[in-house]
C-alpha cells in the first residue's frame, strides 16, 4: 500500500527555494498565463541538430516495467506493463547544425556553424494509456558543462559549442509524444521519470522520504498538509521539466496540471548503496479548484 508523505523536519534553503519555482509554475497553469513553445514540428529535431529514430517496441530489463506499473496501480494510475505498447524515442544532438543571424544596422544576415552538444532524450510513449515514460534525460546545457570539464581535465584543449534553441526535454518529449499519437494529442495522462540521478531533484526527494524509507510508494497531492511538498517537487528540474511542458504546449495537450505526483523507489543505486528513486507525474484537466 501507498505511504503519506513525511513532513521535512529541517526547512534548508534548496527546500524554501523548490518551494518558490513550484508555486509560480502552479499560478501559471492556474491562471492560464502560458507561453507557447515555438517548436511544434518533428522537423525542427533535424534542423538543429538532433539525431532521431524509434523502435516499435521498448525493453523490459528484468521485469522492472511490470514491477513499476504494478506499484502504480496500487496508487490508482494506470500505465502499461507490457513493453509492446511502448513506441521507443530517442534524440540524440550528434549533427553539427547552422544559426542563421538577423541583419543587423545594415550588415547582411550571418550564418554560423555550430558543433553538437552530445546530449541525449530516452523517451517511451505508451499511446493507449496516454504516459509520456522519460528514460534518459541529458540536456545540451549538461552535456557542454560535463564536455567542458573533460576537456580542461584530459586534453586541454577549447571546446565551447552553444546551447542549441531546441534544447529542452519538454519540447523534445513534446515532439515525440506527438509523433507517436498524431491527432489525439489531449489524451496524455502521466509523465514518469525514471531513475532520478539529478542531485537537486534526489535530495528535495530524500528531505521529503528521509533515510529510513520502508520503499513504498509515496502519493502526494496538491491538497492539504500536502500542499508546500507538492509545491518542492514541482519546483525540481523534473517537476518543472513537466510543468514546461504543459504550460508551452497547453495550445496542443490542452489546459492542463499535475494534479497528483507518486514516489516509487528504483532499483538503481546511489555510490552509498541507497535506492534512488523513479517520480510520476499524474496528469489532469485543469480545473477552477486546483490549488485553491
Known sequence: MASAPRKPRHITVNWITAV???????QLLQNYSYRTSFYTEYNALAEYGWHTYEESTSRDVGGEL??????????????????????????????????????????????????????????????????????????????IDKGREQVAMHK??????????????????????????????????VVFHHIIDNDITDRILTHIIGHNWNGQPVVVTPRGDDEETFLAILGTPHGKSTCYLL?????????????????LQSRALRRDGTNLYHLAMVLGDLGDNYLS
Open 247 to 263: 504550460e508551452q504546449h497547453s495550445q496542443d495537450l490542452g489546459r492542463k496540471a499535475v494534479t497528483k505526483i507518486v514516489i
Open 20 to 26: 518558490g519555482h513550484g508555486w509560480t509554475l502552479s
Open 66 to 143: 511490470r514491477e513499476i506499473a504494478a506499484q502504480l496501480r496500487e496508487c490508482g494510475v494506470t500505465i502499461s506493463d507490457q513493453p509492446d505498447d511502448y513506441v521507443e524515442h530517442k534524440a540524440l544532438h550528434s549533427n553539427d547544425y547552422n544559426i542563421t543571424y538577423p541583419a543587423v544596422r545594415g550588415a547582411e544576415p550571418k550564418t554560423v556553424r555550430q558543433e553538437a552538444s552530445h546530449a541525449i532524450y530516452e523517451t517511451n510513449v505508451d499511446k493507449t494509456n496516454g504516459v509520456i515514460f522519460a528514460k534518459r534525460m541529458q540536456s545540451p546545457r549538461y552535456r
Open 156 to 189: 586541454g584543449e577549447h571546446w565551447n559549442p552553444d546551447v542549441p534553441p531546441l534544447n529542452q526535454w519538454s519540447d523534445v518529449a513534446f515532439l515525440q509524444w506527438k509523433k507517436t499519437v498524431g491527432f489525439q494529442l489531449h489524451g496524455l495522462n
